[in-house]
């Protein structure tokens, strides 16, 4: 009785896979923060912060966060999200999201990170996409 009651709980709850939430396909964010970082989640400078390489005024800006310390790489990747595809909330002022193309990663295409624009078809990334085929 108890197992058929925890299967079923489980099999009721849907499961996602890790990163399905966010905007871009898990690769996009796996390669984006190879290309920056060497994937380093403790990336740390006087300038950079976190595994994406993101300057500091812009993380505390769109994260309301002085820095990516102690946050993981899928928490991280959210804040990605809010600068490149989805805006971002601070003390009651809505930013627009400024595009993935402040990456110099993405410009030069390192790892194919522009293909993986193309290839999306989620509704915030359809106006960054240039030069797709």
Not at 89 to 94: F, I, L
Request: proline share 2%; hydrophobic share 35%; glycine share 10%.
């Amino acid at each position: 009785m108890c197992i058929a009651l925890i299967t079923t709980a489980l099999s009721a709850t849907p499961t996602k896979a890790y990163g399905e939430e966010l905007v871009m396909d898990w690769r996009f964010y796996r390669r984006l923060a190879q290309c920056e970082t060497g994937a380093n989640v403790n990336h740390s400078t006087k300038s950079y912060t976190g595994m994406f390489g993101i300057a500091r005024g812009t993380w505390q800006r769109w994260s309301n966060r002085s820095s990516a310390a102690g946050l993981t790489a899928l928490e991280q990747a959210r804040v990605v999200d809010n600068i490149a595809f989805e805006g971002h909330w601070s003390r009651g002022v809505y930013k627009h999201p400024v595009g993935p193309w402040g990456w110099g990663v993405v410009k030069s295409n390192c790892m194919g990170l522009q293909q993986l624009l193309c290839q999306s078809r989620h509704r915030l990334v359809q106006r960054w996409k240039r030069n797709c085929k």
